[in-house]
T-cell receptor, first 114, second 115 residues
Framework: DQQVKQNSPSLSVQEGRISILNCDYT??????FLWYKKYPAEGPTFLIS?????DKNEDGRFTVFLNKSAKHLSLHIVPSQPGDSAVYFC?????????????FGKGTHLIIQP | ETGVTQSPTHLIKTRGQQVTLRCSSQ?????VSWYQQALGQGPQFIFQ???????GRGNFPPRFSGLQFPNYSSELNVNALELDDSALYLC??????????????FGAGSRLTVL
């Protein structure tokens, strides 16, 4: 059973436009959510996170929105740039200190078209 | 500040063999976690080590074991390799004392192929 789901395996967006990546979760115990970006032959790199006590967190071009009632979060990238082309993983945790690890989705491959 | 380094980067084993993967944590981090990423899947939590002891474990059998050393480096050992163990193994470090302790710094991974 997948507790974190990213239903879009890939997403193509034009440079300069907004990219919206979606993530759904089923475990109501999750209280911390993260987005990681992964380039080929590299490890995942932390992008942005949000605690369940918030519904929005911004960092530059990246904004994460959390809808707890819908168990849904999304990552917005505005404007999209060619360097944003990568696989994006949504991850969730319910242990605060991380002892239970992060639960990842399968990822969404974002392709920024020039 | 050095990041997380893993070795070897690639290796090939045969079914039934044993493998040891190594990881050096990022400077200042005291916790290390290991994840398995199969093809087309997201990383899956294997276990976490803190103060040289296993601090949490995912749904992996006992033939997956680990060690953390006083310098916070770590090893992942897998015994009796099976074909399904073929995957990218990711090591991640973090600081338990820091706010946002879930923010992990990942290495580039060790790609294991079991034939």
């Amino acid at each position: 059973d997948q507790q974190v789901k990213q239903n879009s395996p890939s997403l193509s967006v034009q440079e300069g436009r907004i990219s919206i990546l979606n993530c759904d979760y089923t475990n109501s115990m999750f209280d911390y959510f993260l987005w990681y970006k992964k380039y080929p032959a590299e490890g995942p790199t932390f992008l942005i996170s949000i605690s369940s006590i918030k519904d929005k967190n911004e960092d530059g071009r990246f904004t994460v929105f959390l809808n707890k009632s819908a168990k849904h979060l999304s990552l917005h990238i505005v404007p999209s740039q060619p360097g944003d082309s990568a696989v994006y993983f949504c991850a969730a945790s319910h242990s605060g200190g991380g002892a239970d690890g992060l639960t990842f989705g399968k990822g969404t491959h974002l392709i920024i078209q020039p | 500040e050095t990041g997380v380094t893993q070795s070897p980067t690639h290796l090939i084993k045969t079914r039934g063999q044993q493998v040891t993967l190594r990881c050096s944590s990022q400077s200042g981090h005291n916790t290390v976690s290991w994840y398995q990423q199969a093809l087309g899947q997201g990383p899956q939590f294997i276990f976490q080590y803190y103060r040289e002891e296993e601090n949490g474990r995912g749904n992996f059998p006992p033939r997956f074991s680990g060690l953390q050393f006083p310098n916070y480096s770590s090893e992942l050992n897998v015994n009796a390799l099976e074909l399904d163990d073929s995957a990218l193994y990711l090591c991640a470090s973090s600081s338990k004392a820091a706010r946002g302790a879930n923010v992990l710094t990942f290495g580039a991974g060790s790609r294991l192929t079991v034939l």
